[in-house]
């Protein structure tokens, strides 16, 4: 909004908290002039869309999901913004680091400590992915904040647990004694609360895009089978390994399906040759929008 079209709103000046108009000589009102600190006010309602500007229909207005930022292939351009895109970077962060520890549940090359994931964890899926998601809180997207800082969290969280000669979490929870049980069971009851969380992260992915619904699916079902793995244990008493690797299993089709988000929302015209495809669901927003557009040039 300009200047002039600012002070040419004969109620600008009232919902701002300015002078009232008055009338000259001739009986034609006199629109008093805005200070410098008003019209930054009235542009910033205009943009951002709060304050006595902002006015919304809520019957025709359509939101898309998680304002579109954590769901490639709806963000927003992010041309005239000062931010780009922080969700490639944050699906980057998480997929690395959960294809590797992913690989070594299903036992890859016979490893059997997950030691190496530690160094990842901190700082990558779990430093980068947290900076990622206050980068989504700074561009207004609070899925995307949500869902990326809580995995940073997590894998912070799983750093802090299995750091060798660290915090000793695993000594004191008896994970090197002849009875493990204690350990296991607090680390399975670990895993469940994080199947729990994503599965309502789940529910909020149902009006978005098969790529983006199926990366939260494959998660869900690896925790869920992890956090079994650990509270149902062997004959042995030692970690349920066929259920352990069925979530390792899942945990590579989740860290695959993270990059492919992240490369649909990198890939662009401006540096690829093809866009990505993420399957938008025909009840979504973009998915009614094409059906509508289809039936209209059938017609």
Known sequence: MSATEASNN????KDLGGAPQTQNG???PIQPQMSAEEHQVARAAARFGYGPLAH???AEASLPAFGGEFQPGLYKSVEGRKFGNPAP???CAFALTTFVLSCINIGARDISKPNIVVGLAFGYGGLVQLLAGMWEMAVGNTFGATA??????FWL????VLTPGGFEIEEELGATSSDPSNFYNSMGLFLMGWFIFTTIMLFCTLKSTVAFFLLFFFLDLTFLLLGISYLQTDSSGGVNTPVQKAGGLFGLLAAFAAWYNALAGIADTSNSFFIIPVAHFPWSATGRTRRTKSEREIA
């Open 10 to 13: 004969p109620g600008l000046d």
């Open 26 to 28: 001739s009986g034609a």
């Open 56 to 58: 919304v229909n809520t």
């Open 89 to 91: 970077l944050g699906l």
């Open 148 to 153: 990326l800082s809580s995995y940073g969290g």
């Open 157 to 160: 969280a799983f750093a802090i």
